[in-house]
């Protein structure tokens, strides 16, 4: 299912991807002006203006109501050839001549050769009209324009009755008329800044990932609490990427500030809930469920929250390679009975934060999540701490995360920028609204943003 296009969606994709389109547009630019300069043969042009009036008329009122005359002369010359002769003519002394049009004849330039390269028009509407001549030779371009100056005049008085006619200028070595390289150029760049703008905006209506929040609002009626942007960080075990140092270089302001907005947005909505416990998912693997937990959980113990993280991903638990823990005990043996709460929590890995890994990875994840001893350790743990942030297997993947919905305040749904896709997505809160639970909101994460003015300016920082 493709993407409205609105002018929101027209300038996201010209600020998106304006660099792509300059250097298209350059590109093109340069061809056209290398192609039309080196392969394309210059054009010349010379001209000659005749001046027609009525047989008395001399002033410049009379030559302004000539302008009907000089319409119709325009067209008898388009109508005709009969005024370039090239016949060879005979004077008294029987010595034989060439007209100029024989000797261009003889270089391979007839009548309708030369007819071709020939345009007419009357000038602002006055009886002059002027012809002119296009041709690659600039030196024949003023030969077939001489030999029109005196040709033009005679045939056009001997045609129409009544009219004198009078060459006002004659022909000159013809001057550049093209190809016109400026503006060959400058319409190539814009076919090309049209034509890669034009594939952008094709891809987006197509693309069904999830990357702007504004189609992610218009598509689900859900609380969106955040876009989080692209950061860097170290590499732990398991390919992770974090920064075990929230506030480090390695995390960028906004990165910081998008997570206490949406601190700020938990710590209204949840009150509202009359639970203080929730899940951290996602539609499927490698989305960034366990890096929002982890950000998510040290930003609020930063607003002096009591925090418990508690892995219940127990197919593939990474909370621990995050906050750098052994996972030799955890969840998993407190839901088979073998071990107790306090024996597999590490108290105080942020000071604040208490953090449950999963344990030993079961055989039986699905049976231990919808077991009592769930609903024994939430409600021992509920009243111990400020909040508790569980984080659970893909919603689209395992059934896992659905077992705890009736225990939880809701979900906080993650989707990654260009990775998770609507319908993904859409399955996730089917699957979710299915079994009666809420969704505490959304957000994208491992975002692109390109409007950084308000988060740049040091005021801020």
Not at 12 to 19: N, S, T, V, W, Y
Not at 102 to 115: M, S
Not at 296 to 306: D, F, T
Request: hydrophobic fraction near 40%.
């Amino acid at each position: 299912m493709g993407k409205k296009m609105g002018m929101t969606e027209i300038f996201l994709i010209l600020k998106k991807h304006f660099a792509s389109i300059v250097v298209t547009a350059l590109v093109f630019a340069t061809v056209s002006a290398v192609y039309f300069s080196v392969f394309v043969d210059k054009t010349y042009k010379s001209s000659i203006s005749v001046y027609i009036c009525r047989k008395g008329e001399i002033n410049y009122s009379d030559a302004l109501m000539s302008k009907e005359i000089s319409t119709d002369a325009v067209v008898i010359l388009e109508s005709s050839d009969s005024y370039i002769s090239d016949d060879v003519w005979v004077p008294h002394d029987y010595a034989e001549s060439m007209t100029p049009f024989a000797d261009l004849e003889k270089k391979g330039y007839g009548k309708d050769v030369i007819k071709s390269m020939m345009r007419y028009e009357v000038v602002n509407e006055t009886g002059v009209i002027r012809i002119s001549i296009l041709g690659n030779d600039k030196n024949v371009t003023k030969q077939i324009g001489d030999a029109l100056s005196s040709s033009v005049a005679a045939y056009l008085q001997d045609t129409i009755y009544g009219i004198q006619a009078k060459l006002v200028s004659g022909a000159k070595v013809g001057v550049v008329a093209g190809p016109a390289i400026v503006r060959n150029s400058i319409i190539a760049a814009l076919i090309g800044a049209v034509l890669v703008y034009s594939i952008h905006a094709f891809i987006f209506i197509l693309d069904n990932k999830i990357r702007d929040n504004e189609n992610f609002k218009n598509r689900f009626q859900m609380p969106f609490l955040g876009e989080i942007p692209k950061t860097t960080g170290k590499v732990l075990k398991n390919g992770v990427k974090v920064s075990s140092n929230y506030n480090s270089r390695a995390t960028s302001f906004r990165f910081t500030e998008t997570f206490k907005s949406i601190r700020t947005s938990l710590f209204y909505i949840l009150p509202k809930m009359k639970n203080n416990i929730f899940a951290v998912s996602s539609p499927g693997a490698k989305e960034g469920k366990s890096t929002v937990s982890y950000h998510l959980s040290v930003s609020m113990v930063e607003a002096n929250a009591k925090v418990l993280v508690i892995d219940a991903d127990l197919r593939n638990p990474t909370v621990s390679d995050y906050f750098e823990l052994e996972n030799k005990k955890g969840l998993a043996d407190i839901l088979r009975g073998s071990k107790t709460f306090d024996e597999c929590v590490s108290k105080e890995v942020i000071k604040g934060l208490d953090v449950l890994t999963s344990g030993p990875i079961p055989e039986n994840p699905s049976e231990l999540l919808s077991g009592d001893a769930v609903s024994q350790l939430l409600n021992y743990v509920k009243d111990k701490y400020d909040y508790v942030i569980i984080d659970t297997a893909p919603v689209n993947i395992v059934t896992d995360s659905l077992l705890l919905v009736d225990k939880i305040a809701g979900i906080l749904l993650v989707s990654r920028y260009g990775s998770t896709s609507y319908t993904e997505m859409k399955k996730t809160i089917d699957n979710i609204t299915s079994v009666n639970g809420n969704i505490l909101g959304a957000v994208i994460n491992d975002a692109v943003i390109f409007d950084n003015s308000y988060y740049n300016r040091k005021y801020y920082k």
